[in-house]
């Protein structure tokens, strides 16, 4: 007794939908924009009841200020001061602010003449 077996089929694979691709059109190149001018240095804030102005007065003194008596000026923290000379005062101010080692502390100065 034999039996007849039916051949089996394979499941087929399922189809992928192919993206029907739009037609590519080429854009034109934009101009590139001309490079932003730099702000004119400022010599000191307007404002003279800021801390950024109170700050500057301080450092423009001839004997400069220390970090303590920035900090106690202001009433910020140390790295506060320390990014406001760096990033305002120096950067978008164009003062050019120096620190010296005397007696073992730092001392910051504004120096009048050509800023960075």
């Not at 992928?16 to 001309?34: D, E, G, Q, R, Y």
């Not at 400069?64 to 950067?91: D, E, I, N, P």
């Not at 164009?94 to 100065?109: F, M, P």
């Amino acid at each position: 007794t034999t039996k007849a077996t039916k051949p089996v089929a394979k499941p087929s694979a399922p189809t992928k939908k192919v993206p029907v691709k739009k037609a590519l059109t080429k854009k034109a190149p934009t101009p590139k924009s001309p490079p932003k001018p730099q702000p004119a240095p400022v010599a000191a804030a307007a404002n003279p009841a800021t801390k950024q102005s109170q700050l500057i007065s301080l450092l423009g003194s001839s004997s400069g200020a220390t970090l303590a008596q920035m900090m106690s000026l202001t009433g910020w923290q140390a790295h506060t001061v320390r990014g406001m000379l760096s990033g305002s005062l120096r950067k978008r101010l164009g003062l050019d602010v120096q620190a010296q080692v005397e007696e073992g502390v730092r001392v910051y100065r504004i120096v009048q003449g050509a800023a960075q």
